[in-house]
T-cell receptor, first 117, second 111 residues
């Protein structure tokens, strides 16, 4: 069973640069989520997709952040003009949404740790 | 969104049972109770979930109060590998969308 895969595991960049992260979900999962986690806090929701449609975005997702899931498989999260406050762990999760037929858990990757110099 | 309250930290001895409490007094009828845990340097891991009845799986048991305003995650025999932050989360049964994490309970297990 291949789980959720995130790349890169670590990213160090200078303030003002753009960064892009990739998430490969579990293959049969139709939902894909992005979360952000800072030290000592629980993960905070950013956005999620069902297939290729972006269904919800958090107010945390400023206009410098954009996420895509072009073919309903992998997803990318891009941060433009990075700021010090963007330093965090970015987590991706996927799940199989079956409508009313049962409640399915989310499976998380191990995240991409972003450090802004 | 309905909120949960958990103790900041708990300690347990290895091979003893652990009961992790969670209060969710504003839970609605369609909210599922989920538990996830996060080991150091890893993403959260699903543990168990339930709606009204108690639930058991290979990892843990979930005991849900009759009025659903509280629940308890039970690890039957704690091991050193169970040391983690445990999150109790309410997830709306309809949309089953994003999870709202609190700070969770940091469980330490002593050998």
């Amino acid at each position: 069973d291949t789980g959720v895969s995130q790349n890169p595991r670590h990213k160090i960049t200078k303030r003002g640069q753009n960064v892009t992260f990739r998430c490969d979900p579990i293959s049969e999962h139709n939902r894909l989520y992005w979360y952000r986690q800072t030290l000592g806090q629980g993960p905070e929701f950013l956005t999620y997709f069902q297939n290729e449609a972006q269904l919800e975005k958090s107010r945390l997702l400023s206009d410098r952040f954009s996420a895509e899931r072009p073919k309903g498989s992998f997803s990318t999260l891009e941060i433009q003009r990075t700021e010090q406050g963007d330093s965090a762990m970015y987590l991706c999760a996927s799940s199989l949404f079956l409508g009313g037929a049962g409640h399915q858990p989310q499976h998380f990757g191990d995240g991409t740790r972003l450090s802004i110099l | 969104d309905a909120k949960t309250t958990q103790p900041n930290s708990m300690e347990s001895n290895e091979e003893e049972p652990v009961h992790l409490p969670c209060n969710h007094s504003t839970i609605s009828g369609t909210d599922y109770i989920h538990w996830y845990r996060q080991l150091p340097s890893q993403g959260p891991e699903y543990v168990i979930h339930g709606l009204t009845s108690n639930v058991n799986n290979r990892m843990a048991s979930l005991a849900i109060a009759e009025d659903r305003k509280s629940s308890t995650l039970i690890l039957h025999r704690a091991t050193l590998r169970d040391a983690a932050v445990y999150y109790c989360i309410l997830n709306y049964g309809g949309s089953q969308g994003n999870l709202i994490f609190g700070k969770g309970t940091k469980l330490s297990v002593k050998p």
